[in-house]
Every structure is written in C-alpha cells, then in structure tokens.
C-alpha cells in the first residue's frame, strides 16, 4: 500500500516518519540510538532498526511494520506463538521482537536455538525474558513443518488420482493394468496354471479315468473297504480278492 509523505524533514528518522506522521504505531521508541530492537521493521525485506534509518533514503521502498504481519485482522502465527508461549508482559518489545523472527524464519525454515538467539540478541525484554520466545519458535517451525508435509502428501495424493483418470480416459485401463497386469502377489494361492485339471476334459476331471472307485466297475476293492485316494484321478488300485465264502 502507497503512503506519501510529503511534508517531512529530510533528517527524520524512518521511526519518527512512520509512528509522527503515518500514524503507524507499532514500531516503538525505545532508545532512539539503535540498541533495543523495538522499532525493528523490514525495508525492502532486510531486518532494520527503523531509529537509525534516515526516512529520505527509503523513499520507494517497501517497508514492512509489525501492522503488516496480520493478515485481514488475523495475527500471524508468530504473534500468536509468542502469547501463547507467555512471551508477552509489558508488551513493548514484542512488535520488534514479532519482525524479527519472521525475518529469521524467512531465512532459515528452521533456526536452532543458538541461531535463533543469535538472531534475537539485537532485540532487549525487561520483562519476560527469553524463554518464552525461543519456545515460540521452535512451535511456529514445527507448526510450518507439519502444515508443509501435509500440503506436500495432498499435492502428490492429487498428482496420482490426476495420472490414474488420464490413464484410464486414454486407454479404459488402470495403470497397473496397462503396465503389464496385476502382480501375482495379491492373489496369494496356486496359479490357474497350476490346476491339475487344467486342459482335461470335463469327464475326465470329475471322475478320472477310471471313475469313482477303483477302475473294476464298483465302489470297492473285494475287502469291504473303499480305500482312501489322493485323488479321483490318483494311481488305479489293485483288485484285492475278498474272504472266502
Ligand atoms: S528504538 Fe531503535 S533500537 Fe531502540
Ligand atoms: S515484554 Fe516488556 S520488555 Fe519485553
């Protein structure tokens, strides 16, 4: 968003420009000498303390307040990190301690905790401390981290389901098909091939070649018993003379 200024002295500070005479309020004065980090913005996406920046030498440039981090209201999900995490007290710090962890986190998805304090030494708290900060952080990192993740697995679930409907719009086969059949493996069992009454004729598959019994014309082998027969199409069977009379 263009905001002109016009009528500005050519010695005033970018942090006087923005909070005197834009009404921009959020980068706060704390020393005025480039110390505490409180009135920390970005110019031109590069970290600056807004005190020792003369306002003339951003003329054009796009400079970015803590007022920018909310997105229609909504504050970014550093600033809520950073409540949530007991890092707000007074309150003072936090505008210039909110810029400059987005700034790190643009440039290093995921500081470790010596990064990120190196990053945060510029930035002075009375109140809370610094704990809470680096819980903060390391919360937002994870938090990017998983939302990444998931919206990486639902970029490929719909690359797949994309590829699968122009494989069957093209050739009315699924792909695994068209690759060259379904795998064997998820049909655990014998194969088709491996039937034993593959490429028989019926007849000969339900009853063998020697019929239900022993090959003689009966059920039984001359002793009472019908023996028990690996098959119907199993090795004929002897004829065993019965008991006298
Ligand atoms: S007010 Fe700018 S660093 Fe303190
Ligand atoms: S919360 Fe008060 S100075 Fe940081």
């Not at 440039?107 to 010596?114: D, K, Q, V, Y």
């Not at 063998?208 to 199993?234: E, I, L």
Request: glycine content about 14%; charged content about 20%.
């Amino acid at each position: 968003m263009d905001r002109p200024v016009t009528d500005a002295w050519i010695g005033e500070s970018l942090l006087y420009v923005l909070r005197e005479r834009l009404g921009l309020a959020g980068a706060k004065d704390g020393c005025s000498q480039g110390e505490c980090g409180a009135c920390s913005v970005q110019v031109d996406g590069r970290l600056v303390a807004s005190c020792l920046v003369p306002a003339a030498t951003t003329a054009g440039s796009e400079v970015r307040t803590v007022e920018g981090l909310a997105a229609e209201g909504t504050p970014s999900d550093v600033q809520r990190a950073l409540v949530a995490n007991g890092a707000v007290q007074c309150g003072f710090c936090v505008p210039g301690l909110a810029m400059t962890v987005h700034d790190l986190l643009e440039g290093n998805h995921a500081p470790s905790e010596l990064e990120t304090r190196q990053a945060l030494c510029g930035n002075l708290c009375r109140c809370s401390g610094y704990r809470g900060v680096l819980n903060a952080v390391r919360e937002v990192v994870t938090s990017r981290a998983e939302s990444a993740d998931a919206a990486a697995q639902s970029a490929a679930d719909a690359e797949a389901a994309a590829a699968d409907a122009e494989a069957r719009a093209a050739g009315g086969t699924a792909p695994e098909q068209a690759a060259g059949g379904y795998p064997q493996d998820a049909y655990p069992g014998p194969s088709y091939e491996a039937q034993p009454h593959a490429g028989q004729p019926y007849d000969e598959q339900a009853h063998g070649p020697g019929g239900h019994g022993n090959g003689h014309g009966d059920y039984g082998n001359g002793t009472g018993h019908v023996p028990a027969q690996a098959s119907h199409d199993g090795p004929r069977i002897p004829h065993q003379p019965g008991p006298p009379g």
